[in-house]
């Protein structure tokens, strides 16, 4: 087994070399206090590897992602989402028999509790749909029964998943309708999952929704591309929160609100708020960028940087080339996806981005994509988490699966005031 050395007070400590599938190397501290009484100090886990996890891989050198081990391109393009769902899950693609079970599940479990409509009635019109989402997906704790999770009952917690995979979609769409205050329109039986979804955005008593199959596809898409993305800020909330032995409602409800930061899966609102701006205020995308590289102002060119990626987002890729491709066949021009090519060019081509190794990430292209589908900003981080849902859920079986099992404790170096005494 190979071995690192760290050397303190000119004593010398071996440590386990960890090396994973595609020969990414750790060095494994658990050790560490243990043999030095010393610990890590890694401000915003920059190089800290809280797991080993076998569901996502990402080379952020190459721009490589992959679920499982399949590229995101040849997913995003040939799965389904719930397929994708059950992907990350279960870690196989399903048999046409699993895939039917899991079908049903999601089926079954797309209604919410009657009694749970009586929430929305009391939240006001403006409230953010993510400050909804949370509450709804936390209070799902209170209307389901809360068995352990278990060996002993694994189809509790398919049922548990397929339920938070299916209501985060329905709670979604009677957000928006309460927002608009237009009656809210039940998930049907007979509707795929994304069409189910569009169908209950956008049918209303007075005109049913007209079934778009290309908004389908391209939904599709959007939520596959979603779907995970190994250990970043809201899966390692869900992870961390989890590992207290708390439920998984309770867990993903804590993965929802970390989403939310402009920072993380928000970004895709500020997106559009951005690119809103430029166009309303008829700025030039030379001072935008003058702006984002000053550090005296407190603004950052939102959908742009990434900690893992250092080469261009392959899901920026694959939602570009769609953002062309969809427009174009509905003859529909938007003149934000303008600004953002320009400023994508001047990204690609000023100094200051090009040292730091920053580019468009998955928030970039994706906000003009639900603009097009007639999804409102406000909801845009809502559709990254009902994206996100699987990932969380993976995250959080691994997680529990993992033996031995520990609670999530970092540690910290005090540098508060020494022992004084009151006067
Ligand atoms: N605009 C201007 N400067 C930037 C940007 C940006 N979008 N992103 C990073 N930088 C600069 C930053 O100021 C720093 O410069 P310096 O070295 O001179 O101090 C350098 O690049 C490194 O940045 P960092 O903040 O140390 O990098 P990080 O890995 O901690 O942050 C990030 C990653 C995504 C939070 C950051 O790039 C950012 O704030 N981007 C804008 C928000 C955004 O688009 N978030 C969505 C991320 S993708 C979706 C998801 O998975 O959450």
């Not at 329109?185 to 778009?212: A, G, I, T």
């Not at 491709?325 to 090009?354: C, M, Q």
């Not at 603009?371 to 406000?378: T, V």
Request: aromatic share 10%; with cysteine; glycine share 6%.
């Amino acid at each position: 087994m190979k071995t690192a050395k760290i050397i303190i007070d000119d004593r010398e400590h071996e440590f386990p070399l960890v090396t994973g599938t595609e020969q990414e190397r750790a060095i494994d501290i658990s050790d560490l206090y243990a043999k030095t009484g010393c610990i890590t100090l890694d401000n915003g886990f920059q190089n800290t590897g809280a797991c080993a996890s076998a569901i996502t891989f990402i080379d952020g050198d190459k721009g490589i992602l992959r679920y499982r081990g399949f590229d995101i391109s040849e997913l995003a393009d040939k799965l389904s989402f719930v397929e994708t769902a059950y992907l990350l899950i279960y870690g196989s693609l399903p048999t046409i028999d699993q895939k039917s079970l899991f079908s049903r599940y999601l089926t079954e479990n797309s209604m919410l509790h009657e009694d749970m409509i009586h929430y929305f009635v009391g939240m006001p019109p403006r409230a953010h749909p993510m400050a909804i989402l949370s509450s709804m997906v936390n209070s799902l704790s209170i209307f389901y029964p809360l068995s352990f999770v278990d060996d002993e009952n694994p189809q509790e917690f398919d049922r548990i998943a397929a339920r938070l995979i299916s209501m985060i979609r329905t709670i979604a769409a009677f957000s928006y309708k309460k927002s608009i205050g237009e009656p809210f329109v039940y998930p049907r039986h007979d509707l795929k999952y994304c069409m189910n979804f569009l169908n209950m955005m956008f049918s209303s008593p007075v005109k049913p929704y007209e079934f778009d199959l290309e908004a389908e596809r391209v939904l599709n898409k959007l939520l596959i591309l979603h779907a995970d993305h190994e250990q970043n800020c809201s899966t390692s909330t869900v992870r961390l929160v989890g590992s207290s032995m708390v439920n998984l409602y309770a867990s993903v409800c804590a993965g929802i609100c970390a989403l939310w930061g402009p920072l993380h899966g928000g970004a895709n609102q500020e997106v559009i708020d951005m690119l809103e701006d430029i166009q309303r205020n008829g700025r030039k995308v030379k001072d935008v960028i003058a702006m984002a590289k000053d550090k005296t102002k407190n603004f950052r060119l939102f959908g742009c940087g990434h900690r893992v990626y250092k080469n261009y987002d392959p899901r920026a890729k694959i939602l570009k080339d769609t953002c062309a491709t969809f427009l174009a066949g509905r003859h529909a021009n938007d003149p934000l996806l303008s600004i953002a090519l320009e400023l994508e060019d001047a990204v690609l081509h000023d100094d200051y981005f090009i040292e730091r190794k920053l580019y468009p990430n998955v928030d970039f292209y994706s906000g003009i994509l639900y603009r097009a589908l007639g999804i409102p900003s406000a909801m845009f981080t809502v559709m990254f988490a009902i994206g996100r849902m699987p990932g969380w859920i993976a995250q959080w079986r691994e997680m529990h699966d993992t033996k031995p099992f520990r609670i999530g404790r970092p540690r910290q170096v005090y540098v508060g005031p020494a022992h004084r005494s009151l006067p």
